[in-house]
C-alpha cells in the first residue's frame, strides 16, 4: 500500500470540507463524516506505525532483562491507544461519561497487566537489600 | 484509507438532506425523521467495518 503526504492532506481536505458543507446543511451527518476521516487517517497511521513498532520489540529482544517486559510495555501501548480511540469517538458521539469510564477501565487494565513487571522489581529490590544487609 | 468511502458518507449526507427538505416541503413530516434515521443508519453500517478493521490492526500490531 502506497501512502504519501498528499493523499493524505487530500482525504483530510475532503472530511473536513464534508464535514463543513454537511454542518450546514444537515448537522446529523457531520458527526460520520468526521468519524470516517479519523478511522481513516488513524488506519493509515497504524498501519505506518507497523515496521517501527516491529523494530522496537527486535530491540527489546536482543536485552534479556528488557525481553520479556517488551511483550508486556508494548500491550500497554496497544490498550492505551485503543482506550483513547473509543474514548474519543465517545466524546465525539457527545457521550463524555462513558469515554471516562472507557478510560478507567483502560488504566485499570494496563495497571492489571504490569502487576508481573512490579512483582519481579520489588522481589530484585528486597534480593538487593537483604545482600546488602540493610 | 479509502476516499471513496468518505465520498460515500458525504453522498448520503446530502441525498437525506434534499429528501427531507422535500418531504417537509410537501408535508410528510413524518417521513423526514424515517428518512433521516435510515440514513444514519446506512453510513453507520458503512463505518463499522472500517472501525473493526482499525481496532484489529491495532490489536494484531501490539499482540493482542
Same mark, same amino acid.
Given at each position: 500500500m502506497e501512502i504519501n503526504t498528499l493523499k493524505l492532506c487530500g482525504f483530510a481536505i475532503v472530511g473536513a470540507a464534508g464535514a463543513m458543507l454537511l454542518r450546514e446543511v444537515r448537522r446529523e451527518f457531520e458527526l460520520p463524516?468526521?468519524?470516517?476521516a479519523t478511522v481513516g487517517l488513524l488506519t493509515v497511521c497504524v498501519?505506518?506505525?507497523?515496521?517501527?513498532?516491529?523494530?522496537?520489540?527486535?530491540? &527489546?529482544?536482543?536485552?534479556p532483562i528488557a525481553g520479556e517486559a517488551a511483550t508486556i510495555v508494548l500491550?500497554?501501548?496497544?490498550?492505551?491507544?485503543?482506550?483513547?480511540?473509543?474514548?474519543? &469517538?465517545?466524546?465525539d458521539m457527545g457521550v463524555p461519561s462513558v469515554a471516562a469510564a472507557l478510560e478507567?477501565?483502560?488504566?485499570i487494565e494496563m495497571l492489571l497487566l504490569?502487576?508481573?513487571?512490579?512483582?519481579?522489581?520489588?522481589?530484585?529490590?528486597?534480593?538487593?537489600?537483604?545482600?546488602?544487609?540493610? | 484509507m479509502d476516499v471513496t468511502l468518505i465520498l460515500k458518507v458525504i453522498g448520503i449526507?446530502?441525498? $437525506?438532506?434534499?429528501?427531507?427538505?422535500?418531504?417537509?416541503?410537501?408535508?410528510?413530516?413524518?417521513?423526514?425523521?424515517? $428518512?433521516?434515521?435510515?440514513?444514519? $443508519?446506512?453510513?453507520?453500517?458503512?463505518?463499522?467495518g472500517e472501525i473493526s478493521t482499525l481496532f484489529t490492526t491495532i490489536g494484531e500490531l501490539f499482540g493482542f
Open positions: 463524516v468526521r468519524l470516517t498501519l505506518m506505525a507497523g515496521p517501527i513498532v516491529k523494530y522496537a520489540a527486535e530491540l &527489546f529482544g536482543l536485552s500491550r500497554a501501548v496497544g490498550i492505551a491507544m485503543l482506550t483513547r480511540l473509543g474514548s474519543d &469517538f465517545c466524546r478507567t477501565a483502560g488504566k504490569s502487576l508481573p513487571l512490579l512483582s519481579t522489581a520489588l522481589d530484585t529490590i528486597s534480593g538487593l537489600l537483604s545482600q546488602s544487609g540493610l | 449526507g446530502f441525498i $437525506v438532506a434534499v429528501s427531507a427538505q422535500i418531504l417537509g416541503k410537501t408535508g410528510r413530516d413524518e417521513q423526514v425523521t424515517f $428518512v433521516i434515521i435510515a440514513g444514519i $443508519v446506512a453510513v453507520i453500517a458503512l463505518l463499522v
